[in-house]
């Protein structure tokens, strides 16, 4: 497997499994605590939850399927991006955990700047 596949199977399933796992399947204590930071009802949080683990889970099969059209990829890196801003933001102590949002999301990016190098190499190839 290489560079670009690889980038691809891991950016994508880790979108999808962040909105299935913690989000659908298994409601994470997390997902209530940070959700909940918005201030909405009980059950409003549980559906912005349940909303937000079906738009994970589909933007996932997205970067899956559209991995070399770059504005997918930009996409994708506003979107690690901001949700380490939410946190910092709505619950700033979760930044010095184990697993936080950069440790989590860096990498990622990362591996999305991989995946937007390569399409932008064949965006120029093909000029």
Do not use: C, D
Request: glycine share 8%.
């Amino acid at each position: 497997m290489n560079i670009v596949q690889l980038s691809r199977f891991v950016l994508g399933f880790s979108w999808i499994y962040h909105g299935l796992f913690p989000k659908l399947l298994f409601l994470a204590p997390l997902e209530l605590e940070m959700s909940g930071s918005i201030g909405l009802s009980e059950s409003s949080t549980l559906l912005l939850i349940r909303v937000a683990g079906v738009s994970v889970i589909l933007f996932g099969i997205l970067v899956w399927v559209f991995y070399k059209q770059v504005i997918v990829l930009y996409l994708n890196i506003v979107g690690f991006i901001a949700l380490i801003g939410f946190v910092l933001i709505m619950t700033p102590h979760l930044m010095v955990e184990a697993f936080n949002p950069i440790t989590t999301n860096l990498p990622l990016i990362v591996l999305s700047l991989v995946l937007l190098n390569e399409a932008q190499k064949r965006g120029s190839e093909n000029t």
